[in-house]
């Protein structure tokens, strides 16, 4: 992995907006806010084993050697538990597939007691091309459309979880699909 360009990202997540943004990747590496991240989504895991994800899908990975981020080429084939990150930044490049993401919402209570009052704030419907910024603590959830969705995805911190990802209910409140 590029360690030369790895001490970029943590500066670079420090100057995003803490909020969801839905970009084309064809605008992306032009975009003056969210253009850098096109070289981490850009770092080749191919060579990388498949690790299976308890048949959810299989996930291929390589985390910089300071472990400041991750990316990892992931192929679902089953929804993931609906969850959120508290320190990590994810950047979800869509490949192939179609897939509804839910995303925000109001999380009450502890990590493992979690639960996602009054519903998602809003859905919106993911395909190639399709590449998704989600800040730290945002509740997200995934409905596929297809049989699998193929993605390349950007973490930092990398993935960690046991310390960094936690499950949650849903109060249910039909959110918006946009």
């Known amino acids: 992995m590029p360690d030369i360009e790895a001490g970029v990202i943590l ?16 605008d992306l590496k032009t975009d003056p806010t969210y253009g850098a991240l096109t070289k981490f989504l850009d770092v080749n895991v191919s060579s990388e084993s498949p690790e299976d994800m308890g048949g959810r899908g299989t996930m291929r990975k390589r985390v910089d050697s300071e472990a400041r981020y991750g990316r990892y080429d992931i192929t679902f084939t089953s929804p993931f538990s609906n969850h959120f990150h508290q320190k990590s930044w994810e950047v979800i490049s869509v490949q192939d597939g179609k897939a509804i993401i839910k995303l925000g919402g109001v999380i009450s209570g502890q990590e493992k007691d979690a639960v996602l009052e009054g519903g998602f704030a809003r859905e919106i419907k993911i395909e190639p091309g399709d590449v ?9 959830g995934i409905e596929l459309l297809d049989d699998s969705l193929v993605t390349k995805v ?12 936690f499950k949650f209910s849903v109060a249910n409140k ?3 699909l946009v």
């Open 174 to 176: 039909p959110a918006t």
């Open 132 to 140: 998704v910024i989600i800040p730290p603590n945002t509740p997200q």
């Open 154 to 165: 950007l973490m930092s911190p990398p993935f960690d979880r046991a310390n960094d990802s």
């Open 11 to 26: 500066p670079l997540f420090e100057t995003l907006p803490i909020r969801v943004a839905v970009i084309r990747q064809e």
